[in-house]
C-alpha cells in the first residue's frame, strides 16, 4: 500500500500533524509513507515508522513547488493521498 502524505511547511503544524501520521502507521501497518513537507520539519518525519521518502519542497513563485509535487507524485498509484494542505495536487495523481 502506498500512501502520500502532503502535510506543512511550518513546524508547528508539521509536529501537530505528526499524530496523524503516527494514527495511519498503526492503521495500516503495511503502508509504505512519503511524506511532502518543507525543508525545516523534514527532519521531524524521517524517523517514523512506514516512512519510505520525505520529499522537502522549498516554497517557490508562481506554485512552482505544486509543479514539482505533481511531477514527482504523478508516476506513481497511490492507494491513499492525505493532504493536511488542501491543495489540488492531491487530485491529480492517480490515487484509490
Request: charged share 25%; hydrophobic share 45%; aromatic share 10%.
Amino acid at each position: 500500500m502506498k500512501i502520500l502524505f502532503i502535510t506543512s511547511t511550518r513546524i508547528g503544524d508539521a509536529v501537530l500533524s505528526a499524530g496523524l501520521l503516527e494514527y495511519m502507521a498503526q492503521t495500516y501497518p503495511e503502508g509504505k509513507v512519503t511524506v511532502a513537507c518543507g525543508p525545516l520539519p523534514a527532519s521531524l518525519f524521517e524517523g517514523f515508522p512506514n516512512v519510505e521518502a520525505v520529499w522537502a519542497l522549498k516554497k517557490e513563485k508562481r506554485a512552482g513547488h505544486w509543479i514539482k509535487l505533481w511531477k514527482r507524485s504523478v508516476r506513481t498509484r497511490w492507494d491513499i493521498v492525505v493532504d493536511l494542505r488542501n491543495s489540488a495536487v492531491s487530485r491529480m495523481p492517480w490515487a484509490k
